[in-house]
């Protein structure tokens, strides 16, 4: 078994590959729900979402969001209504919104609701949001506090960020099968996402942070940052915020208390060389994902490194990294 | 001011007709909500839909129902994830479910939410649902009570009727404006509409059948029934169900309490001949609808019955059908 964590486009992308080189069921992805938004009176999971249709081999590649081939007629008709258009729920893909937002009227919890929309669409990995709770990572800006997607979406992430938070999670419980997953997985890995935005949520949940600490497998991590830029998205100007370099070292920064192994691309090699002397295990190879071949190449070097013959036949060498986390 | 009484499709292309010969601010329509249902958690109403895709423009009137060029692909993801789709809600036409039902979760009544849609979408007329209460229609079937809409679209009238009912509307109170709108119309129409679930829930609302009867306007009623068939639906059945001649006449004894002018087809000459002979006001003329002339024409003479010179030259000769209705 092994367990992601999970946000955003980059993890996305991971979990495209990791499902071509092992069998979907044992896969368990931890998903990041710190962008939940309701959009149009709908409850919308946009992670959640992008690994749902991912799995269900529904998403779009070209945008890697949504659904592929989607038609946003009803974007426009909501546009003549004076509604707001700026986050893009296509036809299809409004299906899902609409089918989670009745189920979760009707009582039913975002894990439930997951469940149920995951088994209609033969999806075969299990997919735990991080929480039944609503938490919502807040973005502090010149132009007042945003949600993550209109920091991200509506507004391009121009703004400066002078924090980041997330409201709601000292009340929010993992959700069930969470701890579990990340406590028994052979190992955990953490996907190229934004660590601030779309990993941070999910370590912030009371209880998760401890149990990657505890936990019998391995964990690594895929950096999404590459030369210190991050392959996509605001990862820098948030890590900058929340006082992490934008650099591998930053990644490692943000995982220090659990991690084992971080991943990284070929062109961090000498940062790579810097950590190792620093007593971290580290991987350098080709992290870009632009074909299927190259998410499925990564997706079985990790597995290689995490579970492989090399993992089992060298000794950990990052105890140095690994201790308690302090709340 | 002319108040129209108006549900399901005849209704629509009445007031279509009307839009095009008269001012629309001068329109005031009472809208059947019997039908309406929560379809995939959103409220739909779809006789205000209609009325209100008419008015603006939006009106497929190849399908009689729904938003012209509407595409379906909301629909078919829907059904990919087992969800009932026997309810035609398109695309475009998810919009206006979607800020309807919004509005409604935010607190605001269904009045108040028809009016901001008829808002953004520039129609001048006013359309009034009958109540902001729920009535639903419930038809008694030989395979159990079905909605309006089960009935009608889900199993295309193919069921035995043995009743109908209005269930809430003893409880329900019209919306505001309903009662003001009917007692000082210069005229009432009643749209071709079936009398039964178009027209009957409208009358069953507290206050509504009183209004009609005391209203200083003259009350026509275009028949929608020609040749003793319904133009379009189940009528006829629905009629039979509560007693009533699927007739000229059983439309007449449907509305006999306030009636003061039927306007039926040409080809119910001879039965609208003995109408007059009892003692009721019957002006034949051709009220099938195929073209915007053909309803534009209906229009301009149904006003001519009941604003025009013709009625203010002719002493009235309906009281024998003009009396209060007994509760």
Chains 1, 2 share one sequence.
């Not at 909501?78 to 409004?94: C, I, K, N, S, V």
């Not at 997330?166 to 701890?179: K, L, N, Q, R």
């Not at 991987?283 to 070097?301: H, N, P």
Request: charged share 20%; net charge negative.
């Amino acid at each position: 078994m092994i367990c992601v964590l999970s946000g955003g486009t980059g993890g996305a992308k991971f979990v495209d590959g990791l499902r071509q080189v092992m069998p979907a069921e044992e896969i368990t992805i931890v998903v990041n729900t710190g962008d939940d938004l309701l959009w149009w009176g709908l409850y919308v999971s946009p992670d959640i979402d992008s690994i749902t249709y991912v799995l269900s081999g529904m998403l779009s590649r070209e945008r890697g969001w949504g659904v592929k081939g989607d038609t946003f007629l009803c974007l426009q008709a909501m546009g003549q209504l004076g509604e707001p258009t700026w986050f893009h729920a296509g036809d299809r893909d409004l299906a899902v919104h609409l089918l989670r937002s009745r189920l979760l009227a009707e009582g039913k919890t975002l894990l439930e609701a997951t469940s149920v929309i995951c088994g209609k669409l033969g999806v075969k990995a299990r997919i735990l949001p991080m929480s039944n709770s609503r938490v919502e990572t807040r973005i502090d800006t010149p132009v007042g506090e945003l949600s993550f997607e209109e920091y991200f979406v509506q507004r391009w992430y121009q703004d400066p960020v002078k924090s980041v938070r997330f409201a709601g999670v000292s009340d929010a419980e993992p959700a069930p099968g969470v701890i579990d997953a990340i406590s028994s997985a052979d190992a955990v890995v953490i996907a190229p996402s934004n660590p601030v935005t779309s990993i941070g949520p999910i370590l912030a949940v009371p209880g998760i942070r401890e149990a990657l600490v505890s936990a019998r497998g391995k964990i690594a991590s895929v950096s999404p940052i590459v030369g210190n830029s991050p392959v996509a998205g605001p990862a820098g100007i948030l890590m900058a915020a929340q006082g992490l370099p934008c650099s591998i070292a930053g990644v490692v920064q943000a995982y220090e208390d659990f991690l084992d192994v971080l991943i990284c691309d070929t062109r961090d090699a000498r940062a790579a060389d810097a950590l190792r002397k620093a007593g971290l295990r580290v991987q350098c190879t080709q992290t870009i994902m632009r074909s299927a071949d190259d998410k499925a190449a990564l997706a079985r070097e990790v597995l290689s490194f995490v579970v492989g013959d090399l993992i089992k036949e060298e000794p950990s060498a990052n105890t140095a990294f690994r201790r308690v986390s302090q709340p």
